[in-house]
């Protein structure tokens, strides 16, 4: 058996092929074929909505399938991607890749792939969100010399209607919550199976602090439906792998919750004074294979606060595509565990950066309260990350990492100017109560409407090096600016009772179903 396989992998093709996923051959696809007697390939990829499409594919026999896997399909790219790829120029091919294939957990004799997009030429269709990705995470190498690693913290609401509950919840308290106070506690538990299974480097799943109960101010399109919110946590990896995975669990989820009759969403905003589902990134930066954001001392390095430097100079531009609808803006305000003002700080939940608790200058903590244990463990943690804490449920999963990853390039390669910016934006304690502090800290744009002026302002650092083509860019705006949105805060607020609640309850609902 190859020696880089886990010896406790949850992935049962892990197990049952010998080797890492990364290691996959066809000849390896096949044989599981064989064996398993699988009937269907599965094709997925992402489109324009940010969901998963798929291509069913049978079977036949074995030549078929090696056909299938060896030379991809064909689908229409000016369908999948509509006002970004041409007509006249539209069609794609598909191809596997094998080391994201997984067992369907709802069809066992389905084998899934996630697929990459080819042009007509087979090379990387341009303009493709996955293409998109690879580019920026060539530039950023090229440039600097160093890896982005990420991981996603995934939150969404669990919707179901009132009824009769044994154990009530509390607005804004189920942070953590167990059995049996936890309603969905074994909807949450599959999710983590599956997902440990299919995606691996899952991290944890538990329950968050949301919890809505229906009530007269609930809005029309959520009337009579209890809320409850819970997070899935990865590992970091490079970031096409945190990207595949967090498409696969967002469909995995809202699979197990349909075949309940449940609803999932992962919209930024459902209830005015309640939690919202954030989508946080914790970022590792690797150099030479080691993580760069530390130094032997435990301390923050020159990389980790040039990288910090460019998260800050880029924030406002970035939110074209981690908070994409209405409804982002509406999570994005002050007194909430979500920033409003660039800035960061190593324990503010409301900064818009931050540096967690990243096992520095401790090790072999279990022996403090396990007395009869040595101090042996020599093994590491996955060491400390960098927190981008703006980005929601409505991100654009592939361009989102994309423009991090640009945003990160040039804290790196401008490094005077991101070392300044990142000494300017630290700040300690509550910045709510120093009116001062507020003062002077640039503010997150406050609708779709402003994230457009900020991407038209940086425009050039992503197109840099060719990472994000001119229509993509031009299809981010048109996107934002279809929200119309601007001047939001100023018309609710002169907005009758009635009128505002309709409005809100429009903008919620058309943000129900995002990415």
């Known amino acids: ?41 599965h094709f997925r990829y992402p ?11 049978p079977v036949n026999d074995l030549r078929d399938a090696e056909a299938v896997l060896a030379e991809g399909e064909r689908v229409d790219g000016s369908s999948l991607f509509k006002g970004m790829v041409d007509a006249g120029r539209s069609d794609m091919y598909v191809l596997p890749l094998y080391r994201s294939a997984f067992l369907n957990p709802f069809a066992p004799d389905g084998l899934e792939f996630v697929c990459r997009f080819l042009d007509a030429r087979g090379e990387p269709a341009a303009q493709t969100p996955d293409n998109v990705l690879a ?11 160093r890896e982005l690693h990420a991981l996603g913290e995934l939150e969404f609401y669990v919707l179901y209607p009132q009824e009769r509950e044994l154990y009530p919840g509390r607005p804004q308290g189920a942070y953590h919550e167990a059995a049996p106070y936890s309603r ?28 809505v109960e229906p009530s007269q101010d609930s809005l029309p399109c959520l009337r009579g439906l209890r809320m409850s919110q819970y997070e899935l946590e990865f590992l970091p990896a490079p970031l096409d792998a945190t990207v595949g995975r967090l498409m696969v669990a967002k469909w995995i989820i809202r699979s197990l919750a349909a075949r309940q009759g449940l609803l999932v969403s992962f919209a930024p905003k459902l209830s005015m004074g309640d939690a919202g589902s954030g989508l946080h ?13 530390i130094d032997r001392r ?16 880029h924030a406002g531009s970035l939110t074209a595509f981690g908070n994409t609808c209405a409804a982002s803006y509406l999570r994005l305000v002050p007194h909430q565990e979500a920033p409003v003002r660039v800035c960061w700080s190593s324990a503010n939940r409301s900064a818009l ?24 463990y020599r093994g590491e943690m996955f060491g400390q990350t960098v927190e981008l804490r703006s980005p929601d449920g409505s991100a654009d999963l592939y361009l989102l990492l994309a423009a991090v990853a640009c945003a990160v390039r040039e804290g790196l390669t401008d490094r005077r100017a991101s070392l300044k910016r990142a000494r300017a934006g630290e700040v300690a304690g509550n910045i709510y109560e120093d009116p001062k502090m507020m003062r002077r800290l640039e503010t997150l744009p406050g609708s779709c409407a402003e994230s457009v002026r900020r991407l038209e302002r940086d425009r050039a650092v992503y197109a840099r090096d060719d990472v994000f083509p001119a229509p993509v860019l031009d299809y981010c705006i048109r996107r934002l600016q279809g929200e119309d949105d601007a001047s939001l805060s100023r018309r609710l607020g002169r907005m009758s009772k009635g009128a505002k609640r309709a409005a809100l309850d429009r903008i919620v609902s058309d943000s129900l179903h995002c990415m």
Request: glycine letters at 10%.
């Open 1 to 41: 058996m190859n020696k880089r396989v886990p010896e406790c992998s949850a992935n049962p093709l892990v197990r049952e092929i010998g080797k890492d996923p990364a290691d996959f051959t066809r000849r390896d696809i096949l044989a599981f074929i064989r064996r398993r007697g699988i009937r269907t390939l």
């Open 47 to 57: 489109a324009l909505d940010g969901k998963l499409k798929e291509l069913k594919l």
């Open 135 to 145: 580019r920026a995470e060539e530039s950023l190498r090229r440039r600097t010399g």
């Open 184 to 211: 969905w506690d074994a909807l949450a538990a599959e999710a983590l199976r599956l997902t440990s299974e299919i995606c691996g480097g899952v991290k944890y799943c538990h329950a968050e602090v949301g919890h």
């Open 281 to 293: 990134f914790h970022l590792s930066l690797l150099r030479g294979g080691r993580n760069a954001l």
């Open 298 to 313: 435990g301390t923050l390095t020159e990389d980790a606060r040039a990288l910090i430097g460019g998260l800050l100079a």
């Open 353 to 376: 950066v931050r540096v967690p608790l990243g096992w520095r200058g401790v090790d072999n903590l279990a022996s403090k309260v396990n007395p009869r244990q040595k101090p042996d």
